[in-house]
């Protein structure tokens, strides 16, 4: 299948380590916030979310960061496996656009290393 | 239970032909959407579904795009006179929207259509 990946930041890890990976969103009203993963030829997979009224979310070796002030957030990985290998993108959305449609970020390819 | 169903998975067309693209969502989802995503790049906005009625329309790049979805189940996202720019991977995706219930925006997405217009 063709490589969702081209021409995307990339983020290579050593198995066993954490990942870090930054996404700065681009409205200030958003407020609600989904991280995904992309496997090449597949869709997005839903990986991990948080409203605006939370800075913080924890999941199954998965953290969501989310700072307001500076319209960043950040989703952390755990004991990085090669199975984590996708590309991942960082979603917002505004609940009071009614539609709830998705702006997705530009996306961050992670390689873990063996 | 089944995720989101799309298809056929691969379309290869020739420009200035019609194509229609299907997606199943997950049962019971009555928000459904469109997205159309080029290589290297994260999913577009298309159109959104809230039951039968296409609440949000404004992600279409013109109107050789139409999406429908009589029964409110199945859509179909159907482009006239294709173009090589056309060329993506169409995703579509569904959320509960359980009404009464707080909001639940969480959007599951299907495999995609890849689309070549050659």
């Known amino acids: 299948g063709e490589s969702v990946g081209l021409h995307l930041p990339t983020l290579s890890v050593q198995e066993g380590d954490n990942s870090i990976i930054n996404c700065a969103y681009s409205?200030?009203?958003?407020?609600?916030f989904i991280w995904y993963k992309q496997e090449s030829g597949k869709g997005p997979q839903f990986i991990i979310d948080?409203?605006?009224?939370?800075d913080k979310r924890q999941g199954q070796r998965v953290t969501v960061l989310l700072n307001k002030t500076v319209k960043h957030l950040s989703l952390q990985i755990a004991a990085t496996q090669p199975g984590d290998s996708a590309v991942y993108f960082c979603?917002?959305?505004?609940?009071?656009?009614?539609?709830?449609?998705?702006?997705f970020g530009k996306g961050t390819k992670l390689s873990v290393i063996p | 239970g089944a995720g989101v169903s799309q298809t056929p998975s691969n379309k290869v067309t020739e420009k200035g032909k019609y194509v229609e693209l299907r997606c199943d969502p997950i049962?019971?989802?009555?928000?459904l959407y469109w997205y159309r995503q080029s290589l290297g790049q994260g999913p577009e906005f298309l159109i959104y579904f809230q039951g039968t009625g296409a609440a949000d329309d404004s992600g279409l790049p013109n109107d050789r795009f139409f999406a429908v979805r009589p029964e409110g189940s199945v859509s179909t996202l159907k482009i006239q006179r294709t173009e090589r720019g056309d060329s993506a991977v169409y995703l579509c995706?569904?959320?509960?929207?359980?009404?009464?219930?707080?909001?639940?925006?969480?959007?599951?997405f299907g495999p995609g259509t890849r689309l070549l217009v050659l």
């Open positions: 409205n200030s009203a958003s407020d609600y």
């Open positions: 049962s019971g989802h009555t928000a």
């Open positions: 995706a569904s959320s509960p929207r359980l009404s009464g219930r707080p909001i639940q925006e969480t959007q599951y």
């Open positions: 948080i409203r605006s009224n939370m």
């Open positions: 979603a917002e959305t505004y609940s009071g656009a009614g539609s709830y449609q998705l702006t």
